[in-house]
């Protein structure tokens, strides 16, 4: 088989555990496989690298910063390949050029556009381990970008399309996909299996155990993907297709996102068009909006007069130019105010049976009312419910929403 392996910064952290990684792909290999090994950068240096960027300037060039931030998978393929042949085994490290890896041009966040891995194809036919820097590509300039944080998972998955291989395995610090996360909630139970769309819900709503566009990616090839511990046997979680077992249960996860803010524009008209320019401002500074609240004002409104509240979220780091922005459109938009907070959670629950059981946001609501926590936004879809909460209730919410769906009981 050809099995590609990527391995997260907590399961390379040391040297110690990088010689582990070794290891482990070795013995894969022994056991007949051809082996490439996705790596990420050692737990901490990518938050350390963006640091002395931000200390040399505040917001730095993206080419520059993605110069960077790249290093940090450099030095680990590089520790990983090293530590192979100190083990006597044949191998070789790819940076993601060398592998082939092109994206678009928008650092910091680029999309893999195309994959030509023909050094890989070439290393792996006369018997060598594989190596190949996870987070980075390279652009139609020639330069060096970077796919966003957690983008190694990408990276591994697209590798998996373009190598055809018959396995993806995505090792790191937990035993696979749980149904909150096993650090906030000690209840939480490890699945067998979830479905793309699942999976795709939990990383977009904040789940981080799979960056979002690696599950996209998987989604559309059909790529079957098996998140496990790097330093245990034990099976982990098979992200599949849907099937009718999993419709049975209505809710098979619950996520905290603390990584949002909301911005409210206080007595705007009520009137065609407010929404759409408040909204194109916002798009056009690159910023992505999330949940989205009007709500007609009956305070302080006087008599006739037809306005309305104007809420939205927005990513915490998008958090200062917008509400920037918003200040200086004020006027033109006919806003009494700008508020903005930055200390909401989004808390929701997940799960492809929502579909077709009745009562699922009764008792979501019930279970946060329980423990006094105010909602003051709800967004839905047909398989997620997501409320916005004060963050300092965030862990609790998730606690008391897996006690209320029994999710400790989960089946499968
Ligand atoms: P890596 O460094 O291997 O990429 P990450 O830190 O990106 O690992 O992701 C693993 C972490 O994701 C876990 O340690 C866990 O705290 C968190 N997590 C959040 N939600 C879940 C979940 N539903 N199941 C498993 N882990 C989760
Ligand atoms: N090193 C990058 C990060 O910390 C990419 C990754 O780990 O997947 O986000
Ligand atoms: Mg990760």
Do not use: W
């Not at 819900?201 to 690696?214: D, F, N, P, Q, T």
């Not at 996860?253 to 009137?271: F, I, K, W, Y």
């Not at 019930?366 to 967004?379: F, G, P, T, V």
């Amino acid at each position: 088989m050809r099995i590609v392996q990527k391995y997260g910064g907590s399961s390379v952290a040391t040297l110690e555990l990088i010689r582990g990684v070794a290891k482990r792909a070795i013995a894969t290999k022994n056991e007949g496989h051809e082996v490439v090994v996705v790596l990420s950068a050692m737990k901490g240096e990518t938050d350390r690298l963006l640091q002395l960027a931000m200390e040399a300037h505040p917001s730095p060039e993206p080419r520059e910063l993605d110069s960077v931030l790249a290093t940090g998978e450099q030095v680990s393929i590089g520790l990983f390949a090293i530590s192979c042949q100190a083990l006597g085994e044949k191998v070789k490290s790819f940076l993601g050029f060398q592998a082939g890896v092109k994206t678009d041009d928008q650092h910091g966040r680029a999309r893999i556009t195309d994959l030509d891995p023909a050094r890989i194809r070439t290393e792996l036919a006369k018997g060598r381990i594989v190596a190949v820097a996870g987070f980075q590509g390279i652009n139609r300039h020639g330069d060096l970008t970077t796919l966003g944080r957690g983008g190694s998972d990408a990276t591994a998955v697209a590798l998996a399309i373009g190598l055809k291989a018959d396995l993806c395995e995505i090792y790191t610090d937990v035993e696979g996909i749980y149904t909150t996360d096993p650090h906030i909630c000690e209840k939480a139970r490890k699945m067998e299996r979830i479905c793309y769309e699942e999976m795709l819900e939990l990383a977009s709503l904040g789940a981080k155990v799979m960056e979002i566009r690696s599950v996209e990616l998987g989604m559309n090839y059909g790529v079957q993907i098996h998140v496990r511990h790097a330093h245990s046997q034990a099976t982990g979680t098979l992200i599949l297709k849907e099937d009718s077992e999993m419709e049975k249960t209505p809710v098979r996860g619950v996520t905290l996102s603390v990584n949002e803010a909301r911005v409210t524009l206080l007595n705007v008209p009520d009137q065609p068009g407010v929404a759409s320019r408040i909204l194109s401002l916002v798009s056009k500074a690159g910023v992505v909006v999330d949940m989205i609240i009007q709500n007609r004002s009956f305070s302080d409104v006087p008599e006739g007069a037809k306005l309305t509240d104007f809420s939205f979220t927005v990513p915490l780091t998008d958090y200062p130019k917008t509400m920037e922005l918003m200040e200086a459109a004020r006027e033109e938009i006919g806003a009494s105010r700008v508020v903005g907070d930055d200390t909401i959670a989004k808390v929701s629950i997940v799960g492809v049976g929502m579909r077709n059981h009745a009562g699922v946001a009764a008792l979501m609501f019930q279970a946060l009312a329980k423990e006094n926590i105010n909602l003051s936004m709800i967004s839905t879809s047909e398989i997620k419910i997501s409320c916005v909460i004060e963050k300092k209730y965030g862990e609790l919410a998730v606690r008391a929403l897996h006690e209320a769906f029994e999710l400790d009981k989960l089946e499968g």
